[in-house]
């Protein structure tokens, strides 16, 4: 079992950075692929940033060359920082972990979820 936290949600102007953090807890977090989705009101769960247990990422085209993910296994901590955030950014932020390992899109191949951070960006 993998418990996971998120922290660092909140309202910013766009322009503005934000960092996400995502704790875990329980089995050996470096086994893990973890990945960061979000939902917006009214909206599918879609697919931000992953990174795999080795450190590959991966990104959405959308968020791409704005948004870096990392993690420090030591701390059993991944990270998502966000710059140039903009309206449509706007979204409950979660992060998962994945024991396939890899640095997958794919939402049913995680097995462990957050509870979620809201990020809102305003105009």
């Known amino acids: 079992q993998v418990q996971l936290v998120e922290s660092g949600g909140g309202l910013v102007q766009a322009g503005g950075s934000l960092r996400l953090s995502c704790a875990g807890s329980?089995?050996?977090?470096?086994?893990?692929?973890m990945g960061w989705f979000r939902q917006a009101p009214g909206k599918e769960r879609e697919f931000v940033s992953a990174?795999?247990?080795?450190?590959?990422?991966y990104y959405a085209d959308s968020v791409k060359g704005r948004f870096t993910i990392s993690r420090d296994n030591a701390k059993n901590t991944v990270y998502l920082q966000m710059n140039s955030l903009k309206p449509e950014d706007t979204a409950v932020y979660f992060c998962?972990?994945?024991?396939?390992?890899?640095?997958?899109?794919?939402?049913?191949?995680?097995?462990?979820w957050g509870q979620g951070t809201q990020v809102t960006v305003s105009a």
């Open positions: 998962a972990a994945s024991s396939l390992r890899g640095a997958t899109s794919q939402r049913g191949l995680y097995d462990y």
């Open positions: 329980g089995r050996t977090f470096s086994n893990y692929g």
């Open positions: 990174i795999s247990w080795s450190g590959h990422t």
